[in-house]
């Protein structure tokens, strides 16, 4: 059984960065077979994707966060840092770290395609 803890969550003004992590632990997990990633959700709206690490290291972003957000890894801690640049309000949200053995690469982008999820860190654009 993997383990998923965010951290780093908070308030911010638009334009401001902002960035969170989630450590991974238990299991067999491992960066090279897993694939770990971020959704989000705003209230009343559905989970968005946000990004992806696959597990053989290619990187995917969804649209309304390309060129702005970047995923990178710690593999000493096994953690999973999202970086955020030029955040804007409708960036508020919930963040999920989600990671998953078995997924494939066409439905990483779909939030039922992973099995592990952590319990969120709150994101605040507001000015």
């Known amino acids: 059984q993997v383990q998923l803890l965010e951290s780093g969550g908070g308030t911010v003004q638009p334009g401001d960065s902002l960035s969170v992590s989630c450590a991974a632990s238990?299991?067999?997990?491992?960066?090279?077979?897993?694939?770990m990633g971020w959704f989000r959700q705003a209230p009343g709206k559905d989970r968005e994707f946000v990004g992806v690490?696959?597990?053989?290291?290619?990187?995917f972003y969804g649209d309304s966060v390309k060129g702005r957000f970047t995923i990178s890894r710690d593999n000493a801690k096994n953690t999973l840092v999202l970086q955020m640049n030029s955040l804007k309000p409708e960036d508020t949200a919930t963040y999920y770290c989600?990671?998953?053995?078995?997924?494939?690469?066409?439905?990483?982008?779909?939030?039922?395609?992973?099995?592990?999820w952590g319990q969120g860190t709150q994101v605040t654009v507001s000015s």
């Open positions: 989600v990671t998953s053995r078995s997924i494939i690469l066409s439905s990483v982008r779909r939030a039922d395609a992973y099995n592990y």
């Open positions: 690490r696959w597990r053989g290291g290619n990187k």
């Open positions: 238990g299991g067999t997990f491992a960066f090279n077979s897993y694939t």
